[in-house]
């Protein structure tokens, strides 16, 4: 059976924080930790905040005055956003009642290929 995939309003409370019901729980752990999650985040979390900082752009004066105003506030965001991928990915998982390591599977799936790969190159295998 494939796994359910949330309606629009789901997707958009769940964009917005809210946690979907357990039947979801196959494409929660997709979005969070398969293909593009990053990406996913990242576009999730800044877009919003770039429309909104597009305003700055109407301030009166020159354009670089405004577009100065945008830059100090999207760069650290931007800084802080990429720094906390983890601990947001993490605390997804565990308001959706998923496993937090599931965060890191990747991660450690790929040392271990390297240090199998490591081990073989210098004959510990």
Not at 47 to 58: D, N
Not at 66 to 77: D, K
Request: proline letters at 7%; glycine letters at 8%; a positive charge.
């Amino acid at each position: 059976m494939p796994a359910r995939t949330p309606n629009l309003l789901q997707r958009i409370g769940y964009i917005c924080g809210r946690t979907l019901p357990t039947e979801y729980s196959d494409w929660v752990l997709n979005d969070l930790t398969g293909p593009g999650a990053t990406r996913r985040y990242l576009v999730r979390m800044l877009v919003p905040i770039v429309l909104v900082l597009l305003l700055f752009l109407l301030v009166p004066g020159p354009l670089w005055m405004g577009a100065s105003m945008m830059a100090l506030l999207l760069l650290p965001l931007i800084y802080f956003t990429v720094a906390l991928t983890y601990v947001f990915r993490r605390n997804r998982l565990v308001g959706h009642g998923l496993d937090p390591a599931l965060a890191d599977a990747d991660v450690r799936r790929r040392a271990a290929i390297e240090r199998a790969a490591y081990e073989k190159r210098h004959g510990r295998a």
